[in-house]
């Protein structure tokens, strides 16, 4: 019986596989539609100005672009490109457009045989029907590709989260369907929409398994720095960094609140921290806005109350005076409240110094009851207005559906 069960796991497992594998062609093969219908062309504002700078980032070099003032953009003032821009997707687009040139130009063609043995019209989910070729691309068709590329890439990424997360295989093959067909995605990884949203989504999927891989067990805190590297990735690429900073903060703050803190999630949220803030000041752009920056205090006030609970631990196993409970609960508070006291104290005068940015306009406008921030860029892009009742409708798509089988498979 034993054997019939492991084939039985054998053949399910082989069967998920290959439906992951399959939506990930899937979600490749609908970002790609624009390509097979008009070819490789960049389209909109946005994506047009992040190829010029992948260009300017392929020819120049990475100093050359930092100090780069670009006088075509918003012109006639013109923009300080090193400073304003977000380069983790241009750096990408370059890195693989300079590995692609190692690559040798090759073809090979699908074996006949393999045709017979898949059900009609299986030739067609091949790429090129079975013909494949490799070459080098150009920098242009790279930076057209990349949306697909990574659009893929986030789809497998949420597949592991979901594992991750759910413990259900079944529940990753779910995700795997959601994440290749939701418009939400799709709108923001189309090919030749080359713009920042199409790398960093699965910089954040990246990010969001990397960091529940780390707290999955104590031992497995390592993962902490793995996280720390994507969450640099996710920060050079877009501004929706903080929402990832945030996530992972309240996470760990829950995870202390309902009694599971032990000495691996502190040593996975400290590597965390510690990797992906020093990773992320070295962004231009971003500089040390980590540590000033009123959205992401609350992150580096969860490292502070992680690295006072770590340090009550300490102490405590070296002082046997504090082994009973009750004991142990009035040292940690007293420990607390002096340490809140001084964070007060160095907050009060670092916030008279101005030391400490104000909300953003994106931020402000989640807690106003009108569409206005105050910032005219902001009110004028649709995406930061008032959400209307049928976006749910429309950015979530039939795929929501989908999510709901995926929901029941989480309960095993």
Not at 222 to 234: K, N, P
Not at 256 to 271: F, M
Not at 305 to 334: S, Y
Request: include cysteine; glycine fraction near 8%; charge should be positive.
């Amino acid at each position: 019986m034993r054997v019939f069960r492991w084939a039985a796991v054998a053949v399910l497992l082989v069967a998920q596989l290959a439906a992951v594998a399959y939506f990930g062609l899937w979600a490749y093969r609908v970002r790609m539609h624009a390509v097979y219908e008009y070819g490789y062309l960049i389209h909109e504002f946005d994506p047009w100005f992040n190829f010029r700078a992948a260009q300017h980032l392929a020819k120049q070099g990475w100093w050359k672009f930092a100090k780069w003032y670009d006088y075509m953009s918003w012109y006639p003032i013109g923009r300080p490109i090193g400073t304003t821009t977000y380069p983790g997707m241009q750096f990408a687009s370059v890195w693989i457009w300079q590995a692609m040139k190692y690559v040798p130009k090759t073809s090979y063609e699908v074996p006949q045989w393999i045709f017979d043995w898949l059900p009609k019209g299986g030739k067609t989910y091949f790429p090129n029907n079975g013909k494949l070729e490799f070459s080098p691309m150009t920098l242009n068709d790279v930076c057209v590709v990349t949306p697909a590329w990574f659009g893929a890439i986030a789809t497998g990424l949420l597949v592991l989260l979901t594992i991750e997360v759910s413990e259900s295989n079944c529940a990753g093959v779910a995700a795997g369907l959601v994440m290749a067909l939701i418009p939400a995605h799709l709108m923001r990884s189309n090919a030749g929409g080359y713009d920042n949203e199409s790398v960093a989504v699965s910089c954040f999927c990246a990010t969001f398994w990397l960091w529940c891989r780390a707290v999955r067990t104590p031992k497995s805190w390592l993962w902490g720095a793995l996280a720390g590297i994507a969450y640099s990735a996710a920060a050079a690429t877009w501004g929706g960094y903080i929402f990832v900073n945030n996530m992972i903060a309240l996470h760990a703050a829950v995870l202390v609140a309902i009694g599971k803190y032990n000495y691996g999630l502190h040593r996975a949220y400290t590597l965390w921290y510690v990797v992906g803030t020093a990773g992320a000041t070295l962004v231009p752009v971003i500089g040390w806005t980590p540590l000033k920056s009123t959205e992401q205090m609350p992150s580096l006030l969860v490292f502070l109350i992680f690295q006072l609970l770590e340090l009550c631990d300490v102490i405590r196993r070296r002082k046997k005076g504090l082994e009973p409970a009750w004991r142990f609960f009035f040292f940690r508070a007293a420990v607390f409240l002096c340490a809140g006291l001084v964070v007060a104290l160095v907050s009060w005068v670092l916030y008279s110094l101005g030391h400490f940015a104000p909300l953003g306009a994106r931020i402000r406008g989640l807690f106003l009851k009108h569409k206005k921030t105050g910032n005219p860029l902001v009110d004028s892009v649709a995406e930061h207005s008032a959400t209307s009742a049928l976006a749910y409708e429309q950015y979530l798509g039939d795929a929501r559906w989908a999510a709901v089988l995926g929901l029941l498979f989480c309960w095993h």
